[in-house]
T-cell receptor
């Protein structure tokens, strides 16, 4: 069965530190990959996605993620975090094709100290 | 303003009572989903519907029911058979293709009195 693993459940950083959140999935076929963010008190929103082409994708607010097919990974990065990046981050995967059902990771809670 | 409207924002249920959570969308999306979010457990899929008059069980469908009579609407009923209903419930929609992201409503927080 497909699954998504997010390695870090809670991350605490100081402002200007670099961020990398890990995401690995288990599925042998072609996939679509997503990172979502949930700011405190707000709805889940898309940060970035990958479905084909350049494996390094850029999203909103300076985030980027790299798809490494050989490692089944889609790690999220940001060179310098801000206090406003404090949020819950979710990685999600589905198989390419007609299946629109997403498989979700458990999420990573990021706290950025000013 | 296009989007997904979930109501109510907060809901309280007495023991033995069924309650219905509303989800309405004006994005003209075919697929709609209901998730339950609990701390540390991510999003768990309750039910989803890819077309009108059709829906499938997700991973934790027991104690829940849905209907999809209109494209715009996908209400979720939390029945008295759901033994631990206190949670944050999220409705999402998506378009035709698997590479399109899901869009989310603001959620409904259900609590037991």
């Amino acid at each position: 069965a497909q699954s998504v693993s997010q390695h870090n459940h809670h991350v605490i950083l100081s402002e200007a530190a670099s961020l990398e959140l890990g995401c690995n999935y288990s599925y042998g076929g072609t996939v679509n990959l997503f990172w979502y963010v949930q700011y405190p008190g707000q709805h889940l929103q898309l940060l970035l996605k990958y479905f084909s082409g350049d494996p390094l994708v850029k999203g909103i607010k300076g985030f980027e993620a790299e798809f490494i097919k050989s490692k089944f990974s889609f790690n999220l990065r940001k060179p310098s975090v801000q206090w406003s990046d404090t949020a819950e981050y979710f990685c999600a995967v589905n198989s390419a094709g007609n299946n629109r059902k997403l498989i979700w990771g458990l999420g990573t809670s990021l706290a950025v100290n000013p | 303003d296009g989007g997904i409207t979930q109501s109510p924002k907060y809901l309280f249920r007495k023991e033995g009572q069924n309650v219905t959570l509303s989800c309405e969308q004006n994005l003209n999306h075919d697929a709609m989903y209901w998730y339950r979010q609990d701390p540390g457990q991510g999003l768990r899929l309750i039910y989803y519907s890819q077309i009108v008059n059709d829906f499938q069980k997700g991973d934790i469908a027991e104690g829940y029911s849905v209907s999809r009579e209109k494209k715009e609407s996908f209400p979720l009923t939390v029945t008295s058979a759901q033994k631990n209903p206190t949670a944050f419930y999220l409705c999402a929609t998506t378009g035709l293709y698997s590479n399109q992201p899901q869009h989310f409503g603001d959620g409904t927080r259900l609590s037991i009195l």
